[in-house]
């Protein structure tokens, strides 16, 4: 081959190298090929938590912005505009029940002459008064570990919260032990172990198959005998209206009993909040099995449905806890009723 050709391959060769990496280093500056960010990064550059919650529900206060000004205005009958209210708020999925009960509320308040900035904080004081006070995580007790059991339905984000929730305790010099209660699921053992990993703690499990009523039973009592300060037991994923799972949800919550007579001392349903009222269902049926004593919210980030957060708390009495607001091992919040307000009604 004559050196000249061989010359002109190499340049073209560069050429195409060169422009290659172009493309690549435009590709990551728009966002194109962007990696999670690692906990160190989430962790320097927090938005506000009124910030994260206002960029969660985007869909929600759309869905309100489109009826909220109608509705609020000035001008015409008050009835009138609290029928389009109620209509706005059922569609942000607060709820039929739920939403009559908050236009009822301001109808007895409102003024027949109200401005639309006199109802808009009448419906946020409303929507406050449901929603009622933050609620945190149960402290622990006097002796031994605090033990946390999370149930939930497949494809809720469970193993993810309680990868999350390991992380969380972890960072505030906790010592954490999680039980892989999830027997039942085909690799959900080893999902939770690389969670564990990843926050660093110990993962007691069986094998795939093994009652998860003795897994959850070992896990406990490992934490006893490590002096551990928080034991965080996995369930296995399961549909509300699969009775016999249920039942074997029943039998692991009296068998942790045994175990430890005050457990659990937090019982958390991991509820994805794109499913909407669904979630009411979901909630009204492990809580008959279980006692709930909290629910963390999944996927608001990326819903239309955030108003069911208000329905969930004012028509089961079940607080929201939690709240994930993104992908990363940080993202897992305190719900705070104020921020989500103020965001759902694009203020803040």
């Known amino acids: ?16 190298l060169i422009g290659a990496g172009i493309v690549l280093l435009r590709s990551r500056a728009a966002g194109e090929l962007e990696e999670p960010p690692s906990s160190a990064e989430a962790s320097t550059a927090p938005k506000g938590l009124t910030d994260r919650f206002f960029s969660g529900l985007t869909r929600s206060r759309e869905l309100l912005a489109q009826s909220l000004g109608l509705a609020l205005k000035a001008g015409g009958p008050l009835d009138e505009r ?33 401005t639309a900035e006199s109802l808009r904080q009448l419906l946020r004081e409303e929507l406050l008064a449901a929603i009622g006070p933050a609620r945190g995580l149960n402290p622990a007790p006097e002796a031994g570990p605090l033990v946390i059991l ?7 984000g469970k193993t993810t919260t309680i990868g999350k929730l390991a992380h969380r305790y972890k960072a505030q010099g906790r010592s954490v032990l999680l039980a892989a209660g999830d027997t039942f699921r085909a690799g959900a053992i080893e999902q939770l172990k690389i969670w564990g990993e990843r926050a660093q703690v110990p993962v007691v499990a069986h094998q795939e198959g ?13 934490g006893q005998a490590r002096g551990v300060d928080v034991v965080i037991c996995d369930t296995a994923g399961r549909l509300q209206a699969q009775r016999l799972l249920m039942d074997e949800l029943g039998k692991v919550v009296r068998v942790l009993k045994k175990a430890e007579p005050s457990a659990p001392h937090e019982a958390l349903l991991v509820l994805d909040a794109t499913i909407g009222q669904n979630a009411l269902l979901q909630a009204r ?32 009495g079940l607080p929201v806890k939690l709240v994930g607001l993104g992908e990363g091992i940080d993202d897992l919040r305190d719900f705070d009723p104020v921020a989500f307000v103020d965001a759902l009604l694009g203020e803040g």
Request: proline share 3%; net charge negative; aromatic share 2%.
């Open 285 to 316: 049926e492990f809580q008959s099995v279980v006692g709930l004593s909290g629910v963390v919210l999944t996927k608001l980030d990326g819903t239309a449905r955030g108003g069911v957060v208000v329905a969930v708390q004012r028509e089961l």
């Open 210 to 222: 093994a009652d998860p009523a003795a897994v959850v039973f070992d896990g406990v009592k490992a």
């Open 82 to 114: 609290l029928e389009r209210l109620e209509e706005a708020l059922i569609g942000a999925d607060v709820g039929v029940k739920t939403a009559t009960a908050l236009v009822q509320a301001i109808r007895e308040r409102a003024r027949p002459d109200a």
């Open 1 to 16: 081959m004559e050196p000249t050709l061989i010359a002109v391959l190499v340049s073209l060769l560069c050429l195409v």
């Open 150 to 156: 999370v149930v939930g339905v497949n494809g809720s």
